[in-house]
Structures are given as structure tokens and as C-alpha cells.
């Protein structure tokens, strides 16, 4: 053990806040995750997506309605239109596990309130106890699976890549990564259980980072049959796993070792529908809803965005634009799986999941805006290595799902996460932003400070009555411009991890 004493601010800081030490004790971590849980709860307190909303209500009445579809109705009859399930009316779009789930919840809310899923009859059903129900839901899986997730990453990630200081805070990143407000908006505000592929997903990397590689597999495919989104990540796993496994002496032992896991795993999910051809494609064809169009609403990515200038929906039918949606997508993951491929590593593998995830945000077919919870988390588990980048990008996820969340009256909870978060960040940067040339530090607070601006502007002012939606655009194109720097950033980074780029190889420390 070092004779180092800490200094007196060192002391203070710990004092304030258990995110400013550097280790990661059980204490710190239970207490952490308690104030994460009390957040989550205050949020849940508030309004939800579609309240008060009839015909078709919001997010809430579609979950609430699947837990009604699974309860009452045969397994193979679920993604199906039929007399008592009728798919217009938020029918299942996503994978099998996502239903497994809500027949679980179904159970629990049947059991209290059956008239809350009571067949047809309990369409836009809201009272104060199936709200309550509802929520701890939410509550539980996130607890279940998203903070254990999270909790074994930070050990798992100090363990392998070390470091001291307030600047390697163990106790930061975990605050970083459960206290993410773009998630609990989402999740205990708005309403939806992202939570539990998002947990599936960190615990298949912690996984990957304790070489457990079939556990990570596992956790990854299941990740997949809840939220057909978690493919955003599909690239990096799978350039890094191949990378992996191109470097032992068998490789096409290796190779076919994880496919069987994989293969295993979805398969036991999804039997109920592989007795027919016909059972499969129903479901297959509610996980892709091409007749959708290539986005909507305002959705910050590169369609929605540049369609201001260019009409993509007049201009190309449907079957173009996925030919089109693939190939740039799959243009856009291609450097960062080439470097995992040839030169695998583990913070290659994080960069890796940042780079991919957003190449399906900004270039794949029917993109919402909440799927920027998907580039958000790799870039939380960045935040040790990247924390300016990480800090701006939760700032703008949230601009770019203002709109939607004003909509849900949600702007009270909006305002004091948007606040907190900043917060915490900044007790561990605060640092590393003295040491920031000053030309520099303008760059960094310029959006910061524009995305301010622009809040401002959709709040106070009215829009042209001829640009009715002229402040969405403009929080679009604001947004997208961001995001399109980020990824061109991280892909560099990633890039680094090859020796191609002499100038660099000092900066790799991990195997």
C-alpha cells in the first residue's frame, strides 16, 4: 500500500460525493445505485406517453396492450391479425422475448387488477393502481438486469485498464452509466423497458472483457429477441469475436463453437414459430416495418435530415431505399469492423460498439429518435476516455428528443436531469477542463450553448404559421450535424488501434 496521504481537497470531494473516489467499494456501489433508483422513481411519478390521448393513446397503452395480447390470447397468435388481435392497433413489433415479457408483467397485473387486461374492453384502460403497477415494472427489470450489468462493467473495466486519480474514478463511471437521463426519460418517464436489452447488452460486454465469450454470446442474442435494435451493435461483436478467434490455431473450431451458442440461443427463443415457414415470417415481417417509409417525425440522422433538401420518399420507392439504407449502413460500420477484425482489443471493442451503433442511428431504415439510446450507452462506457465527447453527446441526445418528451409533458423532469447529470460530470472533469487550451474550451462550449439557445426558441417563440415545424428541423439539423462529428471522431479513434497510423501506436495499452 502507498504511505501517500490524500489531500485535504481530495477528502472534501469524497466527502460531497461517493462518485469522487477512485475505488469502487461495495458501500459506494449500493449507494450509487439507491440514488440511481430514487431518480428513476421521482421520474416515474409523472405524466407518461399517450395519457389522456385517446384513440390510440402512446407507448404506455402499447405496453400495457401487449401484456393484454400475450395474457389472453395462444402464443402462436400474438404477431397475427385476428378477431381479438387486431395489429393495427399497436400490434407486437418487436422479437419474441419482448412478448415472453409481457405475458411475465401480464401475470403481476392480472393478478391485482384483471380489469386493467381485460380482452378489447381494456383498450386506453388508466387508473392510479395500473400506473403504479406499471411502473414498477419498469422499476424491477431495471434493477434486475440494467444496474448489476452496469456494476460489473465498472469493476470489470478498472480491473483491465487501471488508472488512478479522480480522473479514473470508478464510482464516476458507474454514476455516468446508471444516471444516463436520456435512458430514464425514456424508460421511467416516457415508458418503455429499454432497460432490459440495454442490461442484456452491458452484460454481454463485461462478459467479452472477462473473456467469457459464450456467456457474452448468449446475453447478446437474447439482447436481440427483446429489441430488434440491439443489432445496432451486431458489428462490433461480431468483427471483434471473429478477430478473436482468426488469431488461435483452429479458428473454424472456434468460429463454429460460438455459431452453435448462437444459433442455440434463438432458436430456443423463437420455437413456438419455427413449426411453420408461414409462423416465422409473420413475426419476422413485425420486426421490419418497411411500409413505414425510411423515417419519421424528426429524427436527427442522415435521411430525415437531408430530406429537407432532397425528397428520398418521392423521389425512390421502398425497395430502393432499403437497397440504399443497407449499403450505406453497412459502408458506414465497415472501417470500424475492419479494425477489430485485424487488430482486435478491448477498448477497440468499445469504440467498436460506439462506431457501429451509430451507423445503423444515421444511415439505416426507420430510425426514431429514441434509438439514440443506442449509440448512447457505448458512449457512457467511453466516459473515462472520452468525456468531453460523451458529456456533449448526452446533451444533444436529449435536445434531439425534447420535442417528443415535451409532448409527454415531461419537461419539469427533463430540466432537473438535464441539470443533475451536468452536475455529476463535471466533479470528475472539472480537472481535465483546466488543462484544456482556451480555444479549445470555446469549441467544446459552444454547442453546449447553442443546444441551450435552442431550447429557448422551441419554448418562447412561435413558429412561422408557414414552417409550422421549423424549430424541429432546426433541432434536427443541429443535432445530426453533432452526431456526424462525433462518429467521424470515434471512428479516428478506433483507427488508432492499427499500426498502419505510426504516430499513434503509443496511445495502445490494452491486448
Not at 409550422?468 to 456526424?484: D, T, V
Amino acid at each position: 500500500m502507498s504511505g501517500k496521504k490524500p489531500t485535504m481537497e481530495e477528502v472534501q470531494s469524497s466527502s460531497e460525493f461517493p462518485w469522487s473516489n477512485t475505488t469502487l467499494t461495495p458501500a459506494t456501489s449500493v449507494l450509487i445505485a439507491l440514488f440511481a433508483a430514487l431518480v428513476r422513481f421521482l421520474v416515474s411519478l409523472g405524466p407518461y406517453s399517450g395519457r389522456d390521448t385517446p384513440p390510440m393513446y402512446g407507448d404506455y397503452e402499447a405496453q400495457r396492450h401487449w401484456m393484454e395480447i400475450t395474457l389472453h390470447t395462444p402464443v402462436v397468435e400474438w404477431y397475427r391479425n385476428t378477431s381479438a388481435n387486431n395489429l393495427s392497433y399497436w400490434g407486437l413489433d418487436y422479437p419474441p422475448l419482448t412478448a415472453y415479457q409481457s405475458l411475465a408483467h401480464a401475470f403481476l397485473l392480472n393478478s391485482s387488477i384483471p380489469e386493467s387486461l381485460a380482452l378489447i374492453t381494456s383498450r386506453g384502460f388508466e387508473s392510479h393502481g395500473s400506473k403504479l403497477l406499471m411502473r414498477w415494472t419498469v422499476l424491477v427489470s431495471d434493477f434486475l438486469l440494467f444496474f448489476p450489468a452496469a456494476v460489473c462493467f465498472a469493476v470489470v473495466y478498472f480491473r483491465r485498464f487501471g488508472g488512478s486519480g479522480r480522473e479514473r474514478s470508478a464510482p464516476w463511471l458507474l454514476a455516468m452509466i446508471l444516471l444516463n437521463p436520456c435512458l430514464i426519460l425514456i424508460d421511467h418517464g416516457h415508458f418503455q423497458y429499454n432497460c432490459i436489452s440495454l442490461g442484456l447488452t452491458l452484460g454481454a460486454i463485461a462478459a467479452i472483457l472477462l473473456r467469457h465469450e459464450f456467456v457474452a454470446s448468449v446475453l447478446f442474442s437474447l439482447a436481440i429477441n427483446h429489441k430488434q435494435m440491439s443489432m445496432y451493435y451486431a458489428p462490433a461483436f461480431f468483427s471483434y469475436l471473429l478477430g478473436k478467434c482468426l488469431k488461435r490455431q483452429n479458428w473454424v473450431l472456434e468460429v463454429g463453437k460460438l455459431g452453435i451458442v448462437v444459433i442455440g440461443t434463438f432458436m430456443f427463443i423463437w420455437w413456438p414459430y419455427l413449426y411453420s415457414m408461414e409462423a416465422a415470417k409473420e413475426v419476422l415481417y413485425r420486426l421490419a416495418p418497411f411500409e413505414r417509409g425510411i423515417y419519421e417525425d424528426y429524427v436527427a440522422n442522415f435521411w430525415c435530415s437531408t430530406s429537407v433538401i432532397i425528397k428520398w420518399k418521392k423521389l425512390f420507392s421502398i425497395g430502393f431505399l432499403k437497397f440504399l439504407c443497407i449499403c450505406t449502413t453497412f459502408f458506414a460500420f465497415l472501417p470500424s469492423c475492419y479494425q477489430q477484425i485485424k487488430a482486435p482489443s478491448d477498448r477497440g471493442f468499445l469504440y467498436g460498439l460506439l462506431n457501429s451503433s451509430f451507423a445503423f442511428y444515421l444511415f439505416s431504415y426507420q430510425v426514431h429518435e429514441k434509438s439514440i439510446l443506442m449509440p448512447l450507452l457505448p458512449a457512457s462506457l467511453l466516459a473515462q476516455q472520452e468525456p468531453f465527447l460523451f458529456g456533449q453527446l448526452v446533451y444533444c441526445g436529449l435536445l434531439s428528443m425534447f420535442p417528443l418528451l415535451l409532448r409527454d409533458n415531461l419537461i419539469l423532469q427533463y430540466t432537473v436531469l438535464f441539470a443533475l447529470f451536468g452536475l455529476i460530470f463535471y466533479q470528475n472533469g472539472r480537472h481535465a477542463w483546466e488543462k484544456i487550451p482556451l480555444r479549445r474550451r470555446f469549441l467544446l462550449v459552444l454547442p453546449v450553448v447553442l443546444s441551450l439557445l435552442l431550447h429557448l426558441i422551441y419554448l418562447t417563440l412561435r413558429p412561422p404559421k408557414k414552417y409550422p415545424f421549423l424549430y424541429e428541423a432546426l433541432i434536427m439539423l443541429f443535432c445530426f450535424s453533432q452526431f456526424m462529428c462525433f462518429t467521424i471522431w470515434t471512428n479516428i479513434q478506433q483507427c488508432s488501434f492499427l499500426d498502419i497510423f505510426h504516430w499513434t501506436k503509443a496511445k495502445k495499452k490494452d491486448v
